[in-house]
Nanobody, 124 residues
Framework: QVQLVESGGGLVQAGGSLRLSCQAS????????VAWFRQAPGKEGEFVAA????????NYAASGKGRCTISRDNAKNTVYLLMNSLKPEHTAFYYC?????????????????WGQGTQVTVSS
């Protein structure tokens, strides 16, 4: 099993940047595909980005391409999500998910482990 703890959220002005971190427990983190999702109040959860277990393959939602960068450091058991050019509509609860897999998926139910999440609020 793996436990995921997110950090790095907070309040930022429109146009600003944030880097979220997803810290995982366990010694086999390099076996896990990891993804970030977000959920705004009253809305469905939305895929943001995913990385394969090695970091060689990365997928982004259309809304995040060119603006978000997902990366990982398996030596630190951590996956990062850098978000630039933030807008108020990006305000949401962001959480990371993981599954032992070679491939990745934009479907949150596909993942087996979820973190508690971190709030991102973008002011106008």
């Amino acid at each position: 099993q793996v436990q995921l703890v997110e950090s790095g959220g907070g309040l930022v002005q429109a146009g600003g940047s944030l880097r979220l971190s997803c810290q995982a427990s366990g010694r086999t983190f390099s076996s896990y595909a990891v993804a970030w999702f977000r959920q705004a109040p009253g809305k469905e959860g939305e895929f943001v980005a995913a990385t394969s277990r090695s970091g060689a393959s990365k997928n982004y939602a259309a809304s995040g391409k060119g603006r978000c960068t997902i990366s990982r450091d398996n030596a630190k058991n951590t996956v990062y999500l850098l978000m630039n050019s933030l807008k108020p509509e990006h305000t949401a609860f962001y959480y990371c998910t993981a599954r032992i897999a070679v491939l990745v998926s934009p479907t949150r139910e596909w993942y087996h482990y979820w973190g508690q999440g971190t709030q991102v609020t973008v002011s106008s």
